[in-house]
């Protein structure tokens, strides 16, 4: 069982930035795919980044290529999405998720999820 917890969501400007955490506890994050999805009011769940298992290939949403950069600290057991350059349309419910498979997009290929957490963008 993988237990994942989102921590550094919160308000920020446009053309700002944060860093979003995902502690993953009962698996070490260097054998799983870490991805983040986000949800905004009224839409459906979107795939935002992941990076794999082992060499740590990484894949963007479109929307967020050249923005967002996702990475992993083996040592922590933790991953993390850097968002720069924050667009008001980034407002969503964050949620970091864990698979098994390599290089995982879809939303049914995660297993395991975390909470989810708020980050609003004002204009």
């Known amino acids: 069982q993988v237990q994942l917890v989102e921590s550094g969501g919160g308000l920020a400007q446009a053309g700002g930035s944060l860093r979003l955490s995902c502690a993953a506890s009962?698996?070490?994050?260097?054998?799983?795919?870490v991805g983040w999805f986000r949800q905004a009011p009224g839409k459906e769940r979107e795939f935002v980044a992941a990076?794999?298992?082992?060499?740590?290939?990484?894949y963007y949403a479109d929307s967020v290529k050249g923005r967002f950069t996702i990475s992993r600290d083996n040592a922590k057991n933790t991953g993390y999405l850097q968002m720069n350059s924050l667009r008001p349309e980034d407002t969503a419910v964050y949620h970091c998720?864990?698979?098994?498979?390599?290089?995982?997009?879809?939303?049914?290929?995660?297993?395991?999820w975390g909470q989810g957490i708020q980050v609003t963008v004002s204009s």
């Open positions: 998720a864990a698979s098994g498979a390599y290089g995982a997009r879809a939303e049914g290929s995660y297993t395991y």
């Open positions: 009962g698996r070490t994050v260097s054998m799983l795919t």
């Open positions: 990076i794999s298992w082992g060499a740590g290939s990484t």
